[in-house]
């Protein structure tokens, strides 16, 4: 019977939960691997050659279209006709609502085992169960892959992972073949968006980094960003004394993955691109404000990255609206740029 597992999350989460897929694949070499996850997420969940059936949830196009719920049941009844030998939710849930929805869906799926993590009521919808506490304080891929030897996972060596489609190679490779790079001068690339905008340093700020790393190292300048995220990389580019290659709103997720992967250094705020360029090893300076670099710092080598955050008593923080900012606010220009003057020496 196959294993299904459950990561209804964002693209950086699955990234994350890249090293438990393999643990469960090690430890059921003979099943297939079935994984339900977000539409978000699923472009680069294709790459993963240890997932046999992928299932995509309209998860996040709930917030704008209540429509997708007809979807969402569709998806669960269809995975209702199927007899899994253990269904596993790898991610942990943050509230009693959340714990309720995830238990109706569980309630609706088949197994003779259910793995989840006991929070909130949810443990009274499975069989085995993850303790409360599973995720505090720890990095998540470690919170993740404890669910993962739950369930009988064998662990491997190797860290998080993540690949592209080869179209994207042929798409963007120009930009990085002899030509078209000076073989003398670092390829930068700024993220400057996040999921939330209090995870955003301010872009003129990334403006003034991406000039003085141009004048500092003659670096090449990249901005980054998603179809939501066009009119901040513009903003910068237009804000900067120098040229950059703008390709906001241009990359599909795949493309995304390939450029970073080509990079000398990504300067990136807390979100999912920090996590691709972790899982290739790419140099980074991470920026967080309000977050949890403990739960969800760069997993990958020390030299491979730089963490700038504030350590004030109000942050960590899920407040969703913050007169100060401090936290933020308080990241200069100067820090950043010194950052990725040691990540591009090292």
């Not at 994350?16 to 997420?41: M, Y």
């Not at 429509?67 to 007899?83: G, P, T």
């Not at 990334?206 to 000039?211: E, Q, S």
């Not at 939501?228 to 004394?241: A, K, L, P, R």
């Given at each position: 019977?196959?294993?299904?597992?459950?990561?209804?999350?964002?693209?950086?989460?699955?990234?994350?939960?890249?090293?438990?897929?393999?643990?469960?694949?090690?430890?059921?070499?003979?099943?297939?691997?079935?994984?339900?996850?977000?539409?978000?997420?699923?472009?680069l969940a294709r790459q993963y050659t240890y997932i046999d059936q992928l299932w995509e949830f309209p998860i996040r196009e709930l917030r704008s279209r209540k429509?997708?719920?007809?979807?969402?049941?569709?998806?669960?009844?269809?995975?209702?006709?199927?007899?899994y030998a253990m269904i596993i939710?790898?991610?942990?849930?943050?509230?009693?609502?959340?714990?309720?929805?995830?238990g109706l869906l569980f309630s609706l799926l088949r197994a003779p085992v259910k793995i989840a993590h006991d929070y909130k009521g949810f443990g009274l919808f499975v069989n085995k169960k993850v303790p409360a506490d599973n995720f505090r304080n720890r990095h998540y891929v470690e919170s993740?892959?404890?669910?993962?030897?739950?369930?009988?996972?064998?662990?491997?060596?190797?860290?998080?992972?993540?690949?592209y489609n080869l179209t994207s190679k042929e798409k963007w490779g120009y930009l990085f073949n002899e030509k078209s790079i000076n073989q003398h001068s670092p390829t930068v690339a700024i993220n400057p968006g996040s999921d939330q905008p209090k995870k955003r340093l301010h872009p003129d700020r990334?403006?003034?980094?991406?000039?003085r790393l141009v004048e500092q190292c003659n670096a090449r300048i990249i901005l980054l960003g998603g179809p939501?995220?066009?009119?901040?990389?513009?903003?910068?580019?237009?804000?900067?004394?120098h040229d950059a290659i703008n390709l906001a709103g241009k990359l599909t997720l795949n493309d995304l993955v390939y450029i970073i992967s080509q990079l000398d250094l990504l300067i990136t705020n807390d979100s999912a691109p920090m996590h691709i360029a972790a899982a290739l090893n790419i140099k980074q300076v991470a920026i967080f404000g309000p977050g949890y670099p403990e739960l969800f710092r760069?997993?990958?080598?020390?030299?491979?990255?730089?963490?700038?955050?504030?350590?004030?008593?109000?942050?960590?923080?899920?407040?969703?609206?913050?007169?100060?900012?401090?936290?933020?606010?308080?990241?200069?220009?100067?820090?950043?740029?010194?950052?990725?003057?040691?990540?591009?020496?090292?």
């Open positions: 019977m196959p294993v299904l597992i459950v990561l209804i999350a964002g693209i950086g989460d699955l990234i994350l939960a890249s090293k438990s897929f393999r643990a469960i694949r090690n430890g059921f070499p003979d099943s297939e691997i079935h994984l339900l996850t977000s539409t978000d997420a699923a472009p429509s997708v719920l007809f979807d969402m049941l569709k998806i669960a009844l269809q995975l209702r006709k199927i007899e939710n790898l991610h942990p849930v943050a509230t009693a609502r959340g714990a309720f929805q995830m993740f892959l404890d669910v993962a030897l739950l369930a009988g996972g064998k662990p491997d060596s190797k860290g998080i992972e993540v690949y990334l403006a003034d980094i991406a000039d939501g995220e066009m009119s901040i990389s513009q903003h910068i580019q237009d804000t900067m004394n760069p997993y990958t080598s020390p030299e491979n990255y730089i963490l700038i955050y504030k350590s004030l008593n109000c942050r960590p923080c899920n407040n969703n609206k913050c007169d100060y900012l401090s936290c933020i606010e308080s990241i200069t220009v100067k820090e950043v740029v010194e950052s990725a003057n040691i990540l591009l020496n090292r």
